[in-house]
């Protein structure tokens, strides 16, 4: 399959098989993902995962909408960064969780990215504790790190259809002369 195949058939998986995912997979989604990018090659992206399913749940549980399918997968990366050595954390997060998606898709996983950053814990509450907070006092291995997202990862239970040309992709790309 080439890249440009890859791309296209990538898309958010959000139920997965009941399979644990082997270790040396994750070893090698991890050693792919620390090849991504970063500002000034300064390395800031960190990555810790999950197979416990009581940390799942406390994961599915960081949000009011959008998180909750995390409890049914049989992994999770939290896409972390030590911030002190960059303003750019946030894109180097950003790249190194593409990496990770489209190599998990490679292996025939499915993945689904879900937003931490910037995202209140209850909608009913937005000015209340953030979604981050809460990550970081449910789960004190990444308490120190600034959290981007978390990617649920798995062998899909559903197998969407590649996205088709929409007639706005006309308009989303354009020439400069």
């Known amino acids: ?3 440009q195949q890859l791309a296209q058939k990538r898309r958010s998986i959000r139920k997965f098989e009941e399979k644990r995912v082997p270790r040396h ?5 991890i050693a792919t993902t620390l090849t ?3 500002s000034k090659n300064c390395r800031s992206t960190r990555i810790a995962y999950t197979e416990n399913p009581d940390i799942l749940r406390l994961v599915a549980g960081m949000r009011s909408t959008g998180s909750q399918f995390v409890q049914e997968a049989p992994l999770a ?7 002190s050595g960059t303003d750019l954390w946030k894109e180097n997060c950003s790249i190194s969780a593409t990496i990770l998606q489209l190599a998990a898709e490679d292996l025939g996983l499915g993945t689904c990215w879900v937003h931490v950053d910037g995202r209140p814990h209850r909608n009913e509450d937005p000015d209340g504790k953030t979604a981050a907070q809460y990550l970081q006092e449910s789960v004190p291995q990444i308490s120190g790190y600034r959290i981007l997202c978390v990617v649920a ?3 899909p239970a559903i197998y969407p259809s ?4 929409r007639p706005e992709d006309a ?3 354009f020439r400069i002369e």
């Open 1 to 3: 399959m080439t890249f």
């Open 25 to 29: 997979i994750i070893d090698s989604l």
């Open 36 to 38: 991504a990018p970063s």
């Open 77 to 83: 990366f939290f896409i972390l960064a030590e911030d």
């Open 153 to 155: 990862c798995g062998y």
């Open 162 to 165: 590649p996205h088709k040309p």
């Open 171 to 173: 308009e989303m790309a």
